[in-house]
């Protein structure tokens, strides 16, 4: 093999490392936006003493 040919398939190597690092996300999650708030609201208890 030429050094073209190892310095080609080299940089093809990174470039593809490089594009999945910094494409974007191709995840199939669903968009499901702002989750209401179902807890209850927090009541500071005073100290006894």
Do not use: H, T
């Not at 910094?22 to 006894?48: E, H, M, N, T, W």
């Amino acid at each position: 093999m030429s050094i073209s040919k190892i310095l080609q398939g080299l940089c093809q190597y990174i470039a593809e490392g490089f594009s999945l690092i910094f494409s974007p996300v191709k995840d199939d999650c669903p968009a499901i936006g702002v989750q209401p708030f179902g807890s209850a609201l927090y009541q500071k208890i005073p100290l006894r003493m």
